[in-house]
RNA sequence: GGCGGGGUAGCCAAGUGGUAAGGCCGGGCUCUGCAAAAGCCCCAUGCGUCGGUUCGAUUCCGUCCCCCGCCUCCA
């Protein structure tokens, strides 16, 4: 059985086919972020769900060649840099620096491709893609300086979001000032310079100015990429207009397909409501980490709810989670106990290739993780009454070790310091003469140090206190 | 107004025209110098409401009630 994905376009579930049907490569673009602050827990699980895209199809043997763009002037970046008082590049770094940074904390793949919408030569390519959709008829110059895109020149504009333009009802968000524009749904390729930008502009045909926002997926992606794509994610939110528009443009300049298979994921929710400041529910991922939670547990949480619905995020939630990766670990611990040197096969019963299957069916994770805590319970069963052989539990390792090529949900590797491991071969000498105060005694030294030590019937084990 | 998603145990969350995965919490047991941990077992006659189709519906159809999203630069 194949893989099976839902495409917005069509609103089912197709099987997966890339364009390389023999290479076994694909091509992924994902909107990145818009580096004017840190990114929330909203944006990161959208990019978790990337990530699991791209783990799932790499599981099956997909090489995957991944864009994620920058998206480093627009109005908000421009607002803040002259808030700030510094030139963009400069206001927009240590965001970068700081996603990247993020993306890490997540175990996020790092993206090949990390296109920055102001590098020249992708500034070179927008104002290239313009021309040529102004010399087709697909756009025009406005009065106002600006370059719109016609939208009534691509009569397909709407079929991603299935909205009938005719049908649009204006909304408070549509600016006024706009009425230059032939169509009130023509979207800016190109903006003129306006005092608001500052220093913030580039030359073009059409005097200075920026490109639009849509305009900068549609060249990094092309460019990067080439004309036809294999899959194209984001945001539910990104739909409409922003997908839609990229279509448009990029369809009219290439004249190919550009997208095979469109996935959006599902808006998080805080409490069961949208994230918002004025909520006091809003969180970047360094919020969390500053009350205590690890890239991993956050990982947990954004992962385990299958993309296509809304994921209610709850700090329950995170402490559910905890407690779920802690069985895990557990588990995964007993496995390096007794695994011996070789692998030997496995019986069959333990059902391990429904992991698998769950995310073959349109990365259906919760059945996928559900899977693995079934056989988490079966194999502990058989490890309890020693029906398991070393070389047997050594293949349940190597599972284990695929499994998270996906999830990448194995605990952070935290080396013991040598001080707590002079503390605890003393204490291991105490409790063999069971010689208890002692072993009391050590044991709280341990705990000043901010380790947890427990006996358990294979020893000590140490762990940094949570 | 248009389009779309969702309402499953205390919480989170899969799923199926044939009688409800998994995680957390809770209860029990085992293990145990103490403390703790861990493992195992148990935990929804029920799947928003009211009808309909059917031998049989949580699953299909219709009604109604809630919640959420998009409708022109928000992941």
Not at 52 to 63: D, K, S, T
Not at 326 to 344: F, K, V, Y
Not at 387 to 415: C, K, Y
Not at 440 to 462: M, Y
């Amino acid at each position: 059985m194949g893989i099976s994905y839902f495409n917005t376009l069509t609103r089912t579930v197709e099987p997966f086919q890339p364009l390389d049907t023999e290479g076994r490569r694909v091509s992924l673009y994902t909107c990145g972020p818009t580096v004017y602050n840190h990114a929330h827990i909203g944006n990161f699980r959208a990019y978790v769900f990337e990530d699991l895209l791209q783990r799932h199809l790499e599981f099956r043997g997909y090489a995957v060649n991944r864009v994620m763009n920058l998206t480093d002037v627009d109005d908000k970046t421009i607002r803040g840099c002259r808030a700030a008082g510094v030139p963009l590049a400069e206001f927009t770094q240590p965001f970068k620096k700081a996603f990247f940074e993020d993306l890490e904390t997540l175990r996020i793949k790092k993206p090949q491709h990390f296109p920055e919408a102001t590098a020249a030569n992708h500034i070179e390519r927008m104002i290239t893609m313009i021309s040529t959709l102004i010399e087709r008829g697909h756009a025009y110059q406005a009065e106002d300086g600006s370059v719109y895109f016609r939208i009534r020149s691509f009569p397909t504009y709407g079929a991603l979001a299935h909205l009938n333009l005719d049908e649009l009802r204006p909304s408070g968000r549509v600016a006024s000032d706009e009425y230059e524009k032939e169509n009130i749904g023509d979207f800016a390729l190109w903006k003129t310079w306006t005092e608001a930008d500052g220093d913030v502009g580039w030359d073009s045909p059409w005097g200075r100015g920026r490109p639009g926002w849509h305009i900068e997926c549609s060249a990094m992606a092309t460019g990067i990429l080439g004309p036809e794509i294999d899959i194209h994610c984001g945001g539910e939110d990104n739909i409409f207009p922003h997908h839609e528009a990229e279509i448009a443009q990029s369809e009219c300049v290439t004249g190919r397909r550009f997208v095979r298979l469109w996935m959006h994921c599902k808006h998080l929710l805080v409490d069961n409501q949208k994230m918002s400041k004025s909520l006091g529910n809003f969180y970047t991922l360094r919020d969390l980490l500053g009350k205590g939670w690890t890239g991993r547990e956050v990982r947990y949480v954004l992962l385990s709810v299958k993309y296509r619905e809304p994921l209610n995020f709850t700090f329950d939630g995170l402490a559910a989670a905890r407690t779920a990766l802690h069985r895990l670990d557990e588990w995964s611990r007993r496995l390096d106990e007794g695994a011996g040197p070789s692998a030997e096969p496995l019986p069959e019963d333990l059902g391990l290739e429904r992991f698998g299957a769950a995310l073959d069916d349109d990365l259906n994770v919760s059945a996928a993780l559900g899977a693995v805590f079934e056989t988490i319970r079966e194999t502990n069963k058989r490890l309890d009454a020693g029906t398991l052989s070393p070389g047997q539990i050594r293949s349940l390792a190597n599972w284990r070790d695929s499994i998270h090529t996906v999830l990448r949900l194995e605990p952070e590797e935290t080396p013991i310091p040598a001080e707590v491991q002079s503390l605890l071969d003393a204490r291991a000498a105490a409790r063999a003469a069971k010689n208890w105060a002692e072993s009391d005694r050590l044991r709280e030294a341990i705990t000043a140090l901010g380790w947890t030590v427990k006996d358990t019937k294979e020893g000590q084990k140490v762990s940094p206190a949570t």
